[in-house]
């Protein structure tokens, strides 16, 4: 069974970072890109990165980029997002997702949570 | 490439049919084009992708339609547990990947 678990959320001050985690399971991550997708409160789905299967093709949102940093360990089946400089607005669940490119499989999500 | 889907908000009945709609800015291919539904407190489940076809075990009321910048989603008989937000979604050029606003459908 393919699952997605992700992890690393949390109550952060502006300015501050959080690592974000995502393991997979139940299928050979190195065979497929990932993505980053967040949703706001009350708000709909926003995407904001993608990582190819090798690692050699990276795309950011233009609000994150220089900010946030997508890898991934292809030995270890995990994704992750390195996220500095943290605004009020990045406040979201963050959703890890296969790609295929259609986003087949989606973890749960971990909220985080940006605030003084 | 925005996605604008309409209308916001859809109440029906069991038994009936419901039709969504999305509309891109910019043409798009329709083997990148996929919609999604998301229940509160769940994460989006993939519905339809390369316009038309169902994922697995997507249920055959739900149907997708369209090219270039209009995308339909169809459920031909409304269920309760089809009470949902449905996301269309484009994926290619810049940004990589886009979704539409959501369309929420309310079940009577």
């Known amino acids: 069974e393919v699952q997605l678990v992700e992890s690393g959320g949390g109550l952060v001050q502006p300015g501050g970072s959080l690592r974000l985690s995502c393991a997979a399971s139940g299928f050979s991550l190195s065979s497929y890109g990932m993505n980053w997708v967040r949703q706001a409160p009350g708000k709909g789905l926003e995407w904001v990165s993608y990582?190819?299967?090798?690692?050699?093709?990276?795309y950011y949102t233009d609000s994150v980029k220089g900010r946030f940093t997508i890898s991934r360990d292809n030995a270890e089946n995990s994704l992750h997002l390195q996220m500095n400089s943290l605004r009020d607005e990045d406040t979201a669940v963050y959703y890890c997702?296969?790609?295929?490119?259609?986003?087949?499989?989606w973890g749960q999500g971990t909220p985080v949570t940006v605030s003084s | 490439n925005v996605l604008t889907q309409s209308p916001g908000t859809l109440s029906l009945s069991p038994g009936e049919r419901a039709t969504l709609s999305c509309r891109a800015s910019q043409s798009v291919d329709s083997n990148y084009f996929a919609w999604y539904q998301q229940k509160p407190g769940q994460a989006p489940r993939l519905l339809i992708y390369g316009t038309s076809r169902r994922a697995t075990g997507i249920p055959d009321r739900f149907s997708g339609t369209g090219s270039g910048t209009d995308f339909t989603l169809t459920v031909s008989r409304l269920e309760p547990e089809d009470s949902a937000v449905y996301y269309c979604?484009?994926?290619?050029?810049?940004?990589?990947?886009?979704f539409g606003g959501g369309t929420k459908v309310e079940i009577k």
């Open positions: 997702a296969r790609d295929l490119p259609r986003l087949d499989y």
């Open positions: 990582i190819n299967s090798g690692s050699t093709i990276i």
């Open positions: 979604q484009q994926y290619g050029g810049s940004p990589l990947l886009t």
